[in-house]
């Protein structure tokens, strides 16, 4: 059957409203094209904010076909830094101590709402995206947000995630692994026994994961043409609508 290209309904106004109720701060932005035929979920790591990130989605939409953008950020401001920085759960103690036994249970819940906002149908106050066509891109504690959140929700459908040194904080034990395709993202000076570990237990949660590991002395974020693993990972989940599409023209053969 043959049908219009039906555009999502996202707008900075509405997801102003859905941020009153969950504390996040979002940014969205449209396709420049004007076609919102695939959406990227944008989340910081620890101690910093959405617009960078709001940014790089910018960025990248010169390269990813027909895309809108949404970044997002933590709703909990680090204690003791005067400068804007946000965390997704409480990552120190009173003492300033890193907690080595965080709970995330607040960012899963934000998440699971979130997703359930954008994909909710527009004729119950929704944005009518379809889950397949959301991909999620988080960097450290933002990746990991990502992973445990569609861990939780058992989610069997998302475009794809990438996270970029964001391991699970959880073993998964649920069978099957999930069908989302990941793209894992780990760097460290060699090899590690940690690094493989944190490889594992995604693939035990996960059944379709891209490994992709740099020799680096530290954890930033992915630079230069380390874009390309990224990119090749996009390129064959990322759609890009025809004319006819757009215009109900292709219809469905069974």
């Known amino acids: 059957m043959a049908s219009k290209f039906k555009r999502p309904v996202a707008s900075s ?14 940014q969205y932005g449209g396709a420049p094209c004007g076609v919102d035929a695939n959406l990227l979920v944008l989340l910081h790591g620890l101690g910093d904010t959405s617009k ?21 950020q933590a709703p909990i401001r680090v204690p003791l830094l005067e400068e804007d ?6 990552s120190f103690d009173s003492l300033g101590e890193v907690n080595m036994r965080p709970d995330p249970r607040r960012a899963l819940r ?12 527009d004729t119950k106050g929704g944005c009518g995206w379809s889950m397949q ?3 999620a891109f988080g960097f450290a504690q933002g ?31 649920y069978t ?15 090899t590690s026994s940690a690094k493989r570990e944190d490889v594992r237990a995604v693939e035990r949660g996960f059944q379709n994961v891209t490994h992709v590991h740099y020799n680096a002395p530290n954890m930033g974020m992915i630079q230069g043409k380390e874009w390309g693993d990224i990119m090749r990972f996009w390129s064959p989940r990322w759609r ?7 215009e109900g023209e292709v219809r469905e053969v069974s």
Not at 52 to 72: D, K, M, N, W, Y
Not at 146 to 166: D, H, K, Y
Not at 240 to 246: K, P, R, S, V
């Open 143 to 173: 990746g990991t947000v990502l992973l445990e959140s569609l861990a939780a929700m058992r989610a069997q459908t998302l475009g794809s995630v990438t996270s970029v040194c964001g391991p699970l904080l959880s073993l998964p034990t």
């Open 85 to 90: 920085a946000w965390m997704w759960w409480d």
């Open 13 to 26: 106004r509405a997801l102003a409203e859905f941020s009153k109720e969950t504390k996040l701060v979002i």
């Open 52 to 72: 960078p990130f709001f940014q790089l989605g910018e960025q990248l939409q010169r390269t990813l076909p027909q895309t809108a953008i949404l970044s997002v």
């Open 110 to 121: 934000d998440m699971q709402n979130l997703f359930a906002y954008l994909t909710e149908p």
């Open 240 to 246: 890009n609508l025809t004319m006819w599409e757009l």
């Open 133 to 135: 066509h959301i991909h």
């Open 176 to 190: 099957p692994p999930l069908p989302i395709p990941v793209c894992f993202v780990t760097r460290s000076l060699g």
